[in-house]
């Protein structure tokens, strides 16, 4: 899928200006206000950060940066120009990212935020990447003008990619797969149901507190794709940054880890949390995805 498509550090002034005309088409956004300026990616890359490009031929498609934070190193934005997207070529930015962390700053965990309303976002960091989140942050940039955070706050949890993980390494690899008869038989509770207005899905009724915190897994129910629910209705996306918030900020005060993202019903996926060991989180053994080998 990414054929072609080669990964490198930039280094050029041409290449840093592209890659602010990279992060306005990935974000939609509709001016230039919310982008890294290219000076400032210039100064990062030349003072100890980490800029990294796609390119396919010599043209850039993505971008991707950081800075060594420490303990870790924090990758502050991943984006892909729209057009080039869902083909690979974030997984491919962040896998060399991962190679670089390990080589350049010798440390084994790298942090960043984002949207766990964002169905692709939490299916791309939670089941393709491994990474993990313990702490919810509300309205944490405060508003964000760009097409795909716009009218819904900017709500993020702030995950931990723990870089040579079993966990992370088996994600990486592509196993194991999800597996339905064994989620089944974990019977998870589900923090809210999910109804439907006008075709729109909307979050239901909620669980109470002490029947969720009793749960060993408990399942979060996120629109498939949430732009598409605000641009139907307002109200129905914002009811879902309520229950969602809610759920979340229960759920990892509570002790558990935003560590999963699987295919719910019709118009939705779910976010998995699971209240485990942290150890027996990053070995990778979820046991939902441990099907004795009948799929």
Not at 11 to 35: C, G, I, L, N, T
Not at 156 to 180: A, F, H, M, N, Q
Not at 203 to 227: F, H, K, M, Q, Y
Request: aromatic share 10%.
């Amino acid at each position: 899928m990414t054929g072609g498509v080669v990964v490198r550090r930039l280094s050029e002034p041409r290449e840093f200006m592209e890659a602010v005309e990279v992060q306005k088409k990935a974000w939609r956004m509709d001016d230039y206000r919310e982008a890294a300026p290219a000076h400032l990616l210039r100064a990062l890359a030349d003072n100890g950060g980490l800029v990294l490009g796609a390119f396919a031929g010599d043209k850039l498609i993505g971008v991707s940066y950081g800075w060594p934070a420490g303990y870790y190193f924090y990758s502050h934005a991943t984006g892909v120009a729209e057009g080039e997207k869902y083909r690979g070529v974030g997984f491919k930015l962040k896998s060399r990212q991962r190679v670089e962390v390990l080589s350049a700053y010798g440390v084994s965990l790298a942090k960043w935020t984002f949207d766990p309303l964002q169905s692709l976002n939490s299916r791309f960091n939670l089941a393709r990447l491994g990474v993990i989140a313990r702490e919810y942050r509300v309205n944490y940039y405060g508003e964000i003008r760009d097409n795909i955070n716009r009218g819904l706050g900017s709500d993020r949890v702030k995950v931990e990619w723990w870089l040579t993980s079993g966990r992370v390494v088996e994600r990486l690899e592509g196993k194991p797969k999800p597996c339905l008869k064994a989620m089944k038989d974990l019977s998870p509770t589900a923090a809210y149901g999910v109804d439907y207005k006008n075709g729109v899905p909307v979050p239901g009724a909620r669980r109470r507190e002490e029947d969720l915190l009793n749960s060993e897994v408990v399942l979060v129910p996120i629109p498939r794709d949430i732009t598409a629910v605000r641009e139907a209705s307002r109200e129905a996306a914002l009811q879902w940054r309520e229950a969602s918030r809610w759920a979340y900020s229960l759920l990892l005060e509570g002790g558990y880890a935003l560590v999963d993202n699987v295919d719910g019903g019709v118009g939705y996926t779910l976010n998995i949390l699971w209240r485990a060991p942290l150890g027996r989180i990053l070995s990778g053994q979820e046991p939902w995805r441990e099907c004795g080998g009948t799929g």
